[in-house]
């Protein structure tokens, strides 16, 4: 994991700052995810997407991500980032 700034790397501020979700569909820049991903998540893990970037959040991230992908019944490989 590369600490730059206390981002933990280049690709999770590409993802907090697009406008699209990993799902693809529309999101706020500054979110993680859209609110019908974000729905999808138990609360303790949105809590937990509030920790500080370069703070724990890489792995957060993964795990909501992980989760959505379990919840959605996707493979891994099908809900990828865009830009």
């Given at each position: 994991?590369?600490?730059?700034?206390?981002?933990?790397?280049?690709?999770q501020?590409d993802?907090?700052?697009?406008?699209?979700?990993?799902?693809g569909?529309?999101?706020?820049?500054?979110h993680?995810?859209c609110i019908?991903?974000?729905?999808?998540l138990?609360?303790?893990k949105?809590?937990?997407?509030?920790?500080?970037?370069?703070?724990?959040?890489?792995?957060?991230?993964?795990?909501?991500?992980?989760y959505?992908?379990k919840?959605?019944g996707?493979?891994?490989?099908?809900?990828?980032?865009?830009?």
């Amino acid at each position: 994991m590369t600490k730059r700034k206390g981002i933990e790397t280049l690709s999770q501020m590409d993802q907090l700052m697009s406008t699209i979700c990993q799902c693809g569909g529309p999101k706020k820049k500054r979110h993680p995810f859209c609110i019908a991903c974000y729905k999808l998540l138990p609360r303790v893990k949105r809590y937990a997407l509030y920790a500080p970037l370069g703070d724990g959040y890489a792995a957060v991230y993964d795990d909501a991500l992980k989760y959505l992908k379990k919840v959605k019944g996707l493979e891994p490989n099908e809900m990828v980032f865009h830009l």
